[in-house]
């Protein structure tokens, strides 16, 4: 079944302790991304990549890092969490190339952070 | 880049049809429109896309006008399961990100 997996699920912890979040796809997709989504915000991009090695800043990268070191995985490290991530992040994946019919985006289930 | 308008929420009576409608006056003429829904807190969720044709796959139906300045999501039959907020894109930022503002809440009764 293809599908996005994102680990783990829910996610408690306490400020300044290192943590990473992964994110799977087994579409062969070139593209991944992160979100996060907070009320009153709507869903925001964090960081993305176009492919093995490439990534990029979205609309809220302060705070987090990437990497993308194979094309199926994707995690979003957080070096040091504070409080204000805590939110709903969300990995998402599609084929490379823009417009028409390869925009279609695939989510994973949402991975939910507190952090105290 | 192209903006929409949706209406911030709807209600549908379970077995009837669900028409959801978007504004997109200044989508360009090769952007497609793409439908969008989230079931709370679940991972948004891909339904349909078009660009001129009327579309139709296995969970709704895309209308979208001659001028392509709107365009109506259809869901068929309702069911409980399609409470959702549906959102309508017409474009993606640089990084590809897709611009879900707020969407339309759809509550589906029994």
């Known amino acids: 079944e293809a599908q996005v997996t994102q680990n783990p699920r829910y996610l408690i912890t306490v400020t300044g302790k290192k943590l990473t979040v992964t994110c799977s796809q087994n579409m062969n997709h070139e593209y991944m991304s992160w979100y996060r989504q907070d009320p009153g915000l709507g869903l925001r991009q964090i960081y993305y990549?176009?492919?093995?090695?490439?990534?990029d800043k979205g609309d809220v990268p302060e705070g987090y890092k990437v990497s993308r070191k194979e094309k199926r995985n994707f995690p979003l490290i957080l070096e040091s969490p504070s409080p204000n991530q805590t939110s709903l992040y969300f990995c998402?994946?599609?084929?490379?190339?823009?417009?028409?019919?390869?925009?279609?985006?695939?989510f994973g289930p949402g991975t939910r952070l507190t952090v105290l | 880049d192209a903006k929409t308008t949706q209406p911030p929420s709807m209600d549908c009576a379970e077995g009837r049809a669900a028409n959801l409608p978007c504004n997109h006056s200044t989508i360009s003429g090769n952007e497609y429109v793409y439908w969008y829904r989230q079931i709370h807190s679940q991972g948004p969720q891909y339904i349909i896309h078009?660009?001129?044709n009327n579309e139709t796959n296995e969970m709704a139906s895309l209308i979208i006008t001659e001028d392509r300045k709107s365009s109506t999501l259809i869901l068929p039959h309702a069911t409980l399961r399609d409470t959702a907020v549906y959102y309508c894109i017409v474009r993606l930022n640089s990084g590809y990100a897709l611009n879900f503002g707020k969407g339309t809440s759809l509550l589906v009764t029994p």
């Open positions: 990549s176009m492919n093995v090695e490439v990534t």
């Open positions: 998402a994946s599609k084929t490379g190339g823009q417009g028409g019919e390869t925009d279609t985006q695939y």
């Open positions: 078009g660009l001129k």
